[in-house]
């Protein structure tokens, strides 16, 4: 319950004026990608639970400060930093930014035996192969999720996750 409140004040964040998803600051990204994690069910679950980013330094570092006392379920939270997108191995989560939203369809091919929940903030492409995507609706930060492509990899979001998102199979 109480994970759900902390999922629910977040995705409930009103930002005023106008608001790009790039706007939205890492602590933010990172507590929608923590609650993504414990708000999931991967198969194999193995000793550490990955998240990986890419290209985001700074995202990387907030998300290791947000996640260093905290696990999904008994697993211990492993950040991963990929410089760019032939770096990039099988983690848990992955975070692709706006800026190299260009290697998705080679990164989903890499990893389209993984069960790897790709994450992802350009307007469109949860339709072109991301899990998750964040989009802004009317001011506000939100997030797509497309189940067909989360469940083929293997993965299972919760229904509260799911119902927090905006559908788009």
């Given amino acids: 319950m109480k994970r759900l409140c902390v999922a629910l004040i977040f995705v409930g964040l009103a930002f005023s ?3 790009a998803v790039s706007d939205v600051s890492e602590k933010v990204l990172s507590v929608f990608l923590y609650n993504f994690a414990i708000n999931g069910q991967w198969p194999d679950a193995g000793a550490e639970f990955t998240i990986g980013v890419l290209d985001q330094p700074a995202l990387a570092s907030e998300l290791e400060a947000v996640s260093a006392e905290k696990t999904v379920g008994t697993q211990k939270i492993k950040v991963m ?3 760019n997108a032939s770096k990039v191995q099988n983690c848990n989560i992955l975070f692709i930014p706006a800026s190299s939203s260009n290697s998705l369809n080679a990164i989903s091919d890499k990893l389209s035996n993984s069960p790897t929940l790709i994450v ?3 307007n469109g492409l949860a339709k ?4 998750i995507n ?3 609706v009317d001011g506000k930060l939100r997030f797509e ?3 067909a492509s ?3 990899r293997g993965i299972k979001l919760t229904n509260k996750i799911k ?3 905006i559908a788009v199979d």
């Fill in 17 to 19: 004026g106008a608001l």
């Fill in 81 to 83: 930093k990929f410089s």
């Fill in 120 to 122: 992802t903030e350009i």
């Fill in 128 to 131: 072109s192969g991301s899990g």
């Fill in 134 to 136: 964040f989009v802004v």
């Fill in 145 to 147: 999720v497309n189940t």
């Fill in 150 to 152: 989360i469940e083929k």
């Fill in 163 to 165: 119902s927090l998102g």
